[in-house]
């Protein structure tokens, strides 16, 4: 574990990863990252994990201007599947694709996800961590216009379109969170809910048996960061997906859905049911997601 009182992070997606960026720059190598892997996919051989290994990119500063994959990778393995015949609806570039092949392999060989993770976190010069919410695979479905979708294929071939009819972590009952999760929960000094996706981001890993009542445990105070900025929804089905829980996308509704697991909310507007933090959670740039990190850490530390 990087630290004694590590500041620990639930994450998924964008918003999640980019307030990693911001945190790191706050609490160093005491950051550890729970990442959601709900979303993993196995494709072209490949055991891909988007959300960690995005949380990841962001943390070594390795991002591409897209949002997502490695900076200025190239795409040749996708275009000569593509000449081949292969529906080619996921984009990996190459060395994404290496990435993932490896971890395939590690896994094939059998090595735990969180070990694949670390060797990932490594080779890329992180001090921080990142850990998968379990080393059991647990995926996300979809229920949208008439079928089930695999949260990527939701996501991609439907582009995340709404309404919303219903939503499973499929295996999370048989998953469990690993010692390293548990420990950093056990041991923190603070814990944050990014700014993610409440149901498809943060949702699986709060389903893993265990993760919730670790949180509900430990001593740290827990606040959330909402994912709505100046009330709205950047990008995703965050909206539908509220609605779907029977929740509204507004201050109240993100408190809502995670009560009674924090102590605050951080956003800018405040929630009628739980003590808010009202500022910008714009992270858009540097300077941003920084001041927005350390703003999250001073908060939650004043509620200890």
Known sequence: MSADHPVVMLAGGTGGAKLARGMLDVAGEQLVVIANTGDDVEIYGAHVSPDPDLVTFWLAD??????????RDSFHAMDQLRELGVDVWFNLGDRDLAICLERARMLGEGARQTRAQA???????IGATVLPM??????TAVLAAGRWWPLQEFM???????????????????????LE??????????IVIGPSNPVISIGPILAVPGVREAIVASPAPVVAV???????????PTAACLEWAGHAADSDGIA????????????????????????????????????????TLTFATSLA
Do not use: C, N
């Open 119 to 125: 060797r990932l976190a490594a080779s890329l010069g």
């Open 156 to 178: 991609i071939r439907h582009r995340g379109a709404g309404p919303v009819d219903d939503v499973a972590f499929r295996h999370a009952r048989a998953a469990r969170p690993t």
């Open 134 to 139: 379990s080393d059991q695979p647990v995926r």
């Open 62 to 71: 390795r991002i591409d201007e897209r949002g997502w994959g490695l900076q």
């Open 226 to 236: 909402s994912p709505l900025v100046a009330g709205r929804v950047l990008k995703g």
């Open 256 to 295: 809502a859905i995670y009560e009674p697991l924090i102590d605050g909310l951080v956003a800018d507007s405040a929630a009628a049911s739980v003590t808010t933090l009202q500022t910008t959670v714009m992270l858009d740039t540097p300077e941003r997601r920084r001041a927005v990190a350390a703003a």
């Open 181 to 190: 999760v548990l420990e950093a929960i056990e041991r923190a000094r603070a």
